[in-house]
């Protein structure tokens, strides 16, 4: 089992940047592919990004393309999103997934597809 803890979410004006933090406890970090999602109120759960377990191949949402970055340190068991350029429409709560299957099937996966979560962190982007 993997435990994650989700943490670096926060206000901040459109156009600012934060970087969120998934850390993560339990069995081998580097088995895991890692992926973030993110929830805004009333609408479903839609993939973020995610990386890969050891090459750093990442995928990302259209939505956030050249705006967001996925890093991972296995040796820190952490994984990083760096988010530029932050609009109101990325308001939602973010959370970390984990998953053994690869990235090339996570990235295309729905949220039930991943087998751990972690409890999410709000992010608020105002205008």
């Known amino acids: 089992q993997v435990q994650l803890v989700e943490s670096g979410g926060g206000l901040v004006q459109a156009g600012g940047s934060l970087r969120l933090s998934c850390a993560a406890s339990?069995?081998?970090?580097?088995?895991?592919?890692i992926g973030w999602f993110r929830q805004a109120p009333g609408k479903e759960r839609e993939f973020v990004a995610a990386i890969s377990r050891s090459t750093g191949i990442t995928r990302y949402a259209d939505s956030v393309k050249g705006r967001f970055t996925i890093s991972r340190d296995n040796a820190k068991n952490t994984v990083y999103m760096q988010m530029n350029s932050l609009k109101p429409e990325d308001t939602a709560v973010y959370s970390c997934?984990?998953?053994?299957?690869?990235?090339?099937?996570?990235?295309?996966?729905?949220?039930?597809?991943?087998?751990?979560w972690g409890q999410g962190t709000q992010v608020t982007v105002s205008s």
């Open positions: 339990g069995r081998t970090f580097s088995n895991y592919v």
């Open positions: 997934a984990a998953d053994r299957n690869s990235i090339y099937s996570q990235a295309v996966a729905g949220p039930a597809r991943w087998d751990y």
